[in-house]
């Protein structure tokens, strides 16, 4: 809402006022606080690429070694499509 209002007030000539250096202010406030709250989170999300990234890669490992061409390749494409989300 806040970069919004900012963005208005300079559409409408305002960018010079104290209201707008008041919102811009307002808006930074609000972001670093958003990012404090949000850093907790970061490890946690890292952790899950990590761990979906070392499953595609062994499931990869395992199909390539256990089936033939014409199989292995519908199963990585199953693959694909599971982990992209779409299957």
């Known amino acids: 809402f806040l970069c919004g209002a900012g963005h208005l007030l300079r559409c409408i000539d305002m960018a010079d006022t104290p209201l707008?250096?008041?919102?811009?202010?307002?808006?930074?406030?609000?972001?670093?606080?958003?990012?404090?709250?949000?850093?907790?989170?970061?490890?946690?999300?890292?952790?899950?690429?990590?761990?979906?990234?070392?499953?595609?890669t062994t499931s990869k490992k395992i199909i390539a070694k256990m089936y033939p061409p014409q199989i292995r390749e519908r199963l990585l494409n199953h693959e694909r499509s599971r982990l992209d989300g779409s299957g």
């Open 20 to 56: 707008f250096r008041a919102v811009n202010i307002l808006t930074a406030v609000i972001s670093i606080i958003t990012s404090i709250y949000l850093l907790p989170f970061v490890p946690n999300l890292l952790d899950g690429a990590d761990k979906l990234y070392l499953e595609a």
